[in-house]
């Protein structure tokens, strides 16, 4: 029996923060569609880190006697905008949003090291009036894009 060349199969992309179980699993399936009864660590080697933008790299093991070949995925920035508008009073302090908006970075970007103010976000606007807070992915950061917004109400 030849083996198989995974080098064609393709992934969707992968997000940072995104589990290493998750990774797993989407490989598995990937290359199950291909050729079931594959394992990892016996037939083929998963490298990712999913802590900031790069490749998740899947490499066929030499003494593989199914498979062969190589392929990688990329792994985008979280983005911002898929986190809701968050609704606030003109009387809650400026503190207060500050860690709330920290608290629902990290939670929905589950990465190490954490997502920091002003490296990888920046914060504009204030609760002193009506309108809105906007946080905003820096250009710079490796893990987020975008921006969603804090609604302040009277």
Do not use: C, H, W
């Not at 490989?27 to 802590?51: F, L, M, P, R, W």
């Not at 983005?79 to 809701?84: A, F, R, S, Y």
């Not at 606030?88 to 190490?112: A, E, G, Q, S």
Request: proline content about 3%; overall charge negative; hydrophobic content about 35%.
């Amino acid at each position: 029996m030849s083996k198989v060349d995974i080098s064609q199969i393709t992934l969707e992309e992968f997000t940072v923060g995104d589990s290493k179980a998750l990774v797993l699993q989407r490989v598995k399936e990937g290359i199950d569609a291909k050729i079931a009864g594959t394992k990892v660590d016996v037939d083929y080697e998963v490298i990712s880190e999913t802590n900031y933008t790069s490749y998740v790299y899947v490499t066929a093991l030499p003494e593989s006697t199914k498979i062969t070949g190589e392929f990688k995925t990329n792994i985008k920035k979280f983005d911002l905008g898929n986190i809701d508008n968050i609704y606030m009073d003109t009387d809650t302090p400026m503190y207060v949003i500050y860690d709330l908006i920290k608290t629902t970075i990290r939670k929905r970007v589950p990465t190490t090291p954490k997502a920091q103010a002003y490296t990888d976000y920046t914060v504009q606007g204030d609760s002193s009036a009506a309108g809105s807070i906007t946080i905003k992915a820096n250009p710079q950061s490796l893990i987020l894009t975008g921006e969603f917004e804090i609604i302040i109400r009277d």
